[in-house]
């Protein structure tokens, strides 16, 4: 529109408008979250650190074949158990945190009800030094986190 | 007793150079930061002191400890002094400036500034020219093809817009006929007429200029950081590098200083001459100039965070061909104002109806070229969503 | 210049680069003979330099070798494949589900649309229908990944050129859209947001709620956007008449995107070529006519409203159903070839599958828009000044997760 062209050129209007923008959001409602002070709750969904139940793992491998890494390590032997059947035992499960992806594949394949091993547990901070130690994470940090002490808890949630 | 007149002046020079850096570190860098956070809906860093206010001196701490270097084939003496070019011009140039009026200390009456030359204005002119050579030896001293194309460019920026300040000083010059800053504020006060009123295309152009002049947004091409080199500081750490940062933010300050005396009255109160607003004069001076200065450091932190920047050349054409023919026939303009009503202010008191009425009409333009807008894009995006549908 | 005579070395110095000059026009047989420049004493060379994989304005390790003449720039060669992961051989050595989390890494800023269109490309192989709930959840996830990367693109962008806040603004709304992400899947970045069938779970209660409160608010922050950069001379000083390609040329080179409707093509897949839910949905395709930086600015910002609606309208079609459709257990797709591809936020976004009815693919190759845009740029450069670059390589959009693969 030749009368919109003619205004922009005599009047400095565009740049009044720009700065009027800034000077209104000097006084909105700022978006900083202040952490470590305060935290965002993570979703019930959330993809977090992972946790395993031994109880419940019937060590099918699922988890491990279908994770697209290959990061699950599963050892597991038989043994007579007190009935005198065959129980599976397992002897290593290892997940290298190193290089997961966190994309839930070795949740989805799980086939117990409730999971045996899940990663919504809306923890996400387990940085640490040195990686090598801290980030694999064995049996003992797997399903106990007190083990793990670069990992810091939300909350303990618990398949229930 | 009685104070020699030189111990005021000694006094003074050392307050300025002791205050003036500490400023800036402390308070300019930290509200830059605060206040572009703010206006980017976040806070800024506030956890150095209550509220930040520390973090300057986390800043200097910094830049204090880091390793000083110099390129390998640099010029070293060269390299070594740019920095000091730069921040000393700056500083030299508050020694005009006119704080305040004169206070009583004692049984003397001390005038809050340092020197009152009778060549003000053409001073702080001189001065910040050689404000340039800092740059432009500080891009070539590093060895760098790429700093010096940097110091080059804005050393030409600098060049180029010192013009068009000049010549908007000059319109004001038509007003007092004197150099004298002191003379100009007394000027503002006796014709109860702030020179930005008639002036106010001509303070336009000069805070343009002065934003040009300190290389800030959005006339920071030449040291910008998403392009292909920091520009003329790109080898300068440390020490070095606060003093160049501590040069260009003195230059704001003295812009913002000049802009105050020259356009808003120095240490007047607004409408000093109607009675009824009296009480406004027990804010001291020196306050009210402190205020006004700050008001022009919000606007060029306000300019930061809103502009794009302009490329060089089309920075070039905008001094060259847009301020400097403006700047120009401004001068006109108030050279026949002046001369309509020798002796009297009412031939500058009409311009400054003009000017203003040429204001208001462009708010109101803006209503309607708004208006405009608002109908292109509804025409644009569709006839299903009218209004505020989505 | 004073009036000494010339020297002899001067003389000789001046015939070198004559010949040199010659020789260099002769060696071109496609270039259109020029008279060489009038000769001065001093003769301009090229300067080569490196826009290296570490700069904070190439969106990534992009590597762009620049042969300039002063400012102006001469030519451009991108060298890609610093973010090289090998994906596609990935694919061949995981099964089909397996695959869908490495998509996520494609373009990361849009993940959903590279997930979605992963699992077009495996459903057409295997024919499973999905259900309705699953198409219009899809949509509505795509269409918010679409504001987001625009969000981000915008922000970047702005940077890029001087302007600073609309980057805060911009990020502020896509970490609503993140949240959003957050909630529904559990992730916010690599999303993993859907399977081969429709998808992994179904909306969170009061998600929709959020999500329409979201789309209502989203207009007048757009609005503000705007107001900061549309009409502002300096950005349109900057941005007009800047990398201008007509819309044949961008046919030619396979553009695809909003690149490709700035030109004035009107081709959007989800119109073209509709996939999901598209055909019954009402949205307007933005298009302008001069192909110029400024003319994408303005595409993707309508791109952006038009998201919005798209989304409302979805949100107004939801009901409650099915969210994955029947596909088997293992997946041994019969032993042939598809291409499925989408409007993804950069351009078309396409995989070609081919299996040979084992469970894992044969070959799934990406058709990635962003390297394929990325191929205009030296074309979109030449004759620009080196600070146009920066705002050439923003305004193609390039995401290097997906240049590289």
């Given amino acids: ?98 290089r997961c992806m966190f994309c839930q594949l070795c949740e989805e394949a799980c086939p117990t009800v409730p999971k045996s091993i899940w990663l919504t547990t809306k923890t996400y901070e387990m940085a640490a030094y040195e990686r090598n130690e801290a980030l694999y994470l064995d049996i003992r940090k797997l399903t106990d986190w007190n083990a793990a002490p670069n990992v810091k808890p939300f909350t303990v949630v618990e398949r229930g | 007793m009685n104070l020699p007149p030189e111990f005021w002046t000694y006094l003074k020079v050392v307050l300025l150079v002791a205050t003036v850096p500490a400023i800036v570190g402390f308070v300019i860098v930290l509200a830059e930061r605060r206040i572009m956070g703010f206006m980017q809906v976040r806070l800024g860093p506030n956890r150095v002191g209550p509220q930040g206010t520390l973090q300057g001196l986390a800043d200097l701490l ?235 450091i919000f606007c060029y932190i306000w300019f930061r965070s809103t502009f794009p920047r302009y490329r060089f050349d089309q920075l070039m054409a905008l001094g060259w061909k847009w301020l400097i023919p403006i700047s120009l026939a401004n001068i006109l303009a108030v050279a026949f104002a002046i001369l309509l009503t020798p002796r009297r202010t009412n031939g500058l008191v009409a311009l400054s109806w003009i000017y203003g009425g040429l204001f208001v009409m462009m708010f109101l333009l803006s209503k309607l070229r708004r208006a405009l807008v608002r109908r292109d894009r509804l025409a644009a995006s569709g006839p299903a969503e009218a209004g505020a549908e989505v | ?114 997930n979605h269109a992963f699992c077009l490309a495996v459903e057409k192989l295997l024919g499973v229908e999905i259900p309705r709930r699953a198409q219009l959840i899809r949509v509505i996830l795509d269409e918010l ?62 998600w929709t709620d959020r999500v329409s409160e979201f789309i209502s608010d989203l207009p007048a922050r757009i609005d503000d956007y705007e107001q900061l950069l549309t009409d502002n001379r300096i950005w349109k000083r900057r941005t007009v008449g800047v990398g201008v390609i007509s819309g044949e040329e961008c046919i030619e080179w396979g553009l695809t995107g909003p690149v490709l409707r700035a030109s004035g093509v009107e081709w959007d897949l989800r119109r073209a070529k509709p996939y999901e839910c598209y055909e019954e949905l009402d949205f307007v395709v933005p298009t302008r006519q001069g192909g110029d930086t400024y003319d994408r600015y303005i595409v993707r910002v309508q791109e952006m409203r038009q998201s919005a609606r798209i989304v409302r309208q979805c949100l107004d079609r939801l009901e409650p159903g099915e969210i994955r459709g029947k596909v088997p257990r293992v997946i041994k797709p019969v032993a042939e070839e598809v291409y499925a591809s989408i409007e993804a936020p950069k351009g078309e976004l396409g995989f070609y599958c081919v299996s040979n009815g084992t469970n894992k693919p044969y070959r799934m190759h990406v058709r990635p828009p962003s390297f394929i845009n990325l191929q205009a740029l030296p074309r979109l450069a030449k004759g620009h000044l080196v600070s146009d670059l920066v705002a050439l390589i923003g305004t193609i959009d390039i995401v290097l997760g997906e240049v590289d693969r």
């Fill in chain 1, 1 to 98: 529109m030749a009368l919109k062209r003619w205004l922009d050129r005599i009047t400095l209007l565009d740049l009044f408008d720009g700065l009027s923008v800034t000077g209104r959001h000097l006084f909105k409602k700022k978006v900083t979250i202040e952490y470590p002070e305060q935290k965002k709750l993570p979703s019930d969904r959330f993809r977090g650190m992972f946790r395993l139940d031994e109880e419940r793992c019937i060590k099918c491998t699922l988890c491990a074949i279908e994770c697209p890494i290959n990061i699950i390590y599963i050892d597991w032997h038989n043994e007579k158990n007190a009935e005198g059947k065959n129980e599976k035992v397992l002897d290593r499960f290892d997940v290298d945190l190193k």
């Fill in chain 2, 62 to 296: 910094k830049l204090v400890t880091k390793e000083d270097i110099t390129p390998a084939r640099a010029e070293r003496a060269v390299h070594f002094l740019s920095p000091v070019l730069a921040v000393i011009p700056a500083l030299t140039a508050l020694a005009v400036i006119p704080f305040g009026p004169p206070i009583r200390i004692g049984k003397q009456m001390v005038p809050l500034w340092v020197a009152d030359l009778n060549i003000g204005l053409l001073f702080l002119l001189a001065i910040t020219s050689i404000g340039v050579y800092g740059i432009i030896l500080g891009g070539w001293s590093s060895n760098n093809k790429y700093s010096l194309l940097g110091g080059l460019r804005s050393a030409a920026q600098l060049v180029s817009y010192e013009v068009p300040m000049g010549l908007s000083l000059v319109s004001v010059l038509l007003m007092t006929r004197s150099l004298s800053l002191v003379e100009i504020v007394r000027r503002q006060e006796s014709t109860h007429l702030w020179f930005v009123f008639p002036g106010l295309v001509a303070f336009f152009i000069y805070f343009v200029s002065g934003v040009a002049e300190t290389n800030r947004n959005p006339f920071d091409l030449p040291e910008a950081e998403s392009e292909l080199v920091s520009g003329f500081n790109t080898e300068y750490s440390g020490v070095k590098f606060a003093f160049f940062f501590l040069g260009e933010y003195t230059g704001m300050i003295v812009i913002s200083c000049i802009a105050v005396t020259v356009f808003f009255g120095g240490w007047l109160p607004p409408f000093s001459h109607v009675p009824a607003l009296a009480f406004l004069g027990f804010v001291p001076g020196a306050v009210w100039f402190l205020l006004k200065v700050a008001f022009f």
């Fill in chain 3, 1 to 114: 210049m004073s009036d000494e005579p010339i020297s002899q070395a001067e003389k000789d110095e001046a015939v070198y680069f004559a010949e040199r000059a010659k020789a260099q026009g002769a060696a071109s047989p496609g270039a259109a003979p020029e008279a060489p420049a009038a000769h001065t004493l001093f003769d301009v060379q090229e300067m080569e330099l490196n826009f290296g994989p570490q700069h904070p304005s190439t969106h990534g390790v992009l590597r762009l070798v620049l042969k300039v003449d002063g400012e102006k720039i001469l030519e451009v060669k991108p060298d890609v494949g610093y973010l090289h992961r090998g994906t596609e051989k990935l694919f061949e050595t995981e099964t089909y589900p397996m695959g869908i989390p490495h998509t996520d890494r494609l373009d990361y800023i849009a993940a959903a649309t590279n």
């Fill in chain 3, 145 to 206: 990944q679409r504001i987001s990367s625009h969000l981000v693109w915008l922000g970047t962008s702005g940077i890029d050129l001087g302007a600073v806040t609309p980057f805060w603004y911009a990020f502020r709304e896509r970490e609503q859209i993140l949240d959003f992400f957050e909630e529904y899947c559990g992730a916010r970045l690599t999303l993993h947001c859907m399977r081969i069938g429709g998808l992994p779970f179904d909306l969170t209660p009061g």
